[in-house]
């Protein structure tokens, strides 16, 4: 199995900064890819971004210029930098990973983390 957990979730003001964490238990230059999604309240789950095994990514639309996904091999970690913050951007954050590119992209991921709160104040 694989588990996977988020941290790096907290409280701050409206144009601040978060660094999100998605630690792995496995190696995760073994996983074809991960991405992050997140879900508020009242609203469905939406795609943040994702990233290969090969460093390639994707973004939603409100991402460019603001988010930024990486990953730490050594350290089997994946990171959501997040700048520039706003309230809109409140919601629980889920890592997800699957071998297979395409399911992490449609949200059809076969392993997910528990998730971590990013509240964002006016």
């Given at each position: 199995q694989v588990q996977?957990?988020?941290s790096g979730g907290g409280l701050v003001q409206a144009g601040g900064s978060l660094r999100l964490s998605c630690a792995a238990s496995v190696s995760i230059s073994a996983i074809n890819a991960m991405g992050w999604y997140r879900q508020?309240?009242?609203k469905q789950r939406e795609l943040v971004a994702t990233i290969s095994s090969g460093g390639s990514t994707n973004y939603?639309?409100?991402v460019p210029g603001r988010f930024t996904i990486s990953r730490?091999?050594?350290k089997n970690t994946v990171y959501l930098q997040m700048n520039s913050l706003k309230p809109e951007d409140t919601a629980v954050?889920?890592?997800a990973a699957d071998n297979r590119a395409l399911r992490v992209i449609a949200g059809?991921?076969?392993?997910?983390g528990q998730g971590t709160q990013v509240t964002v104040s006016s």
């Open positions: 996977l957990v988020e508020a309240p009242g939603a639309d409100f730490d091999n050594a954050y889920y890592c059809t991921g076969s392993y997910w």
